[in-house]
């Protein structure tokens, strides 16, 4: 599979969504970040905004919701049209309940972990999911540093999908630019959330095949992905 770019709209002009989806039009997902002031101290927007972005882009969204109770909430982001929806196992009552739930009213369904929430206590969780979000910065807003120290993690999980032969994605989201992109690769990283290397570029769209590009060949040098 070549690398996915999910560009997030956070770094976007939120007064011009609709132009600000068209203008990354290449990428494979749009990932927008819900934020509730409780789960991160931020706000930004909730199911109405994703009904009209649905409606206003071709492009699937790519939900990650970074609030609470998302056992209540999440089934909402499906009806409202996003394709994918990624909630966090640190606030979730039910995390396999959820998934099946995402799963069952057609949506992929997939779970985020902060920096400091470790990978092994949810191996037997994984083929109850489409993706798995390894948080590369901690949640709330854009424009930090990716953490370097995530890498190994980022490592770990690919080997336990490797080790179970599951199909899902995994997708790092936090400081992923063109300096910092190819070590996430290397890691086993599939899909990449980029939102201010995207929409800090003079051409957003530009940027997501450059991006692409790096990931694609630091991937093809990969030890994970010549595995296969
Ligand atoms: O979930 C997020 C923050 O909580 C964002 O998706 C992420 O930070 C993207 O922005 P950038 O690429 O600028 O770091
Ligand atoms: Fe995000």
Redesign the pocket.
């Known amino acids: 599979m070549a690398a996915q770019i999910n560009p ?1 709209i ?2 976007a002009d939120f007064a011009r969504l609709a132009e600000e989806a068209k203008a990354v039009q290449g990428a494979d997902w749009l ?1 927008v ?1 819900v ?1 509730d002031n409780h789960f ?1 101290p931020n706000l930004t927007l909730g199911v109405p905004v994703v009904e009209s972005l649905a409606r206003a882009t071709d492009t699937p969204l790519d939900c ?1 919701l ?1 609030i609470e109770d998302p056992d209540r909430w999440a089934p909402q982001y499906v009806e409202a049209g996003a394709s994918s929806v990624t909630f966090h196992v640190e606030a979730a009552a039910a995390p396999v309940r959820l998934a099946r739930e995402i799963r069952a009213k057609g949506a992929r369904a997939s779970m985020a972990l902060k920096p400091a929430t470790p990978i092994e206590p949810y191996e037997d969780l994984l083929p109850e999911l489409d993706m798995l979000l390894i ?1 590369t ?1 901690e ?6 540093a990716f953490l370097d120290i995530m890498l190994p993690k980022i490592r770990r999980t690919r080997e336990l999908i490797g080790k179970h032969g599951l199909q899902l994605w995994l997708q790092v ?5 063109a300096s910092t992109i190819e070590r996430c690769a290397d890691a086993g990283a599939d899909v990449f ?5 995207v929409y800090g570029a003079q051409d957003p769209a530009e940027a997501v095949r450059a991006l692409r590009a790096q990931a694609d060949t630091a991937t093809a040098a990969a030890s994970w992905a010549c595995d296969h």
């Open positions: 997030s956070l770094s990932h970040d934020m991160v990650h970074m948080m910065v949640p709330g807003f854009g424009g930090q989201d936090g400081g992923v630019s959330v980029a939102g201010s290397a």
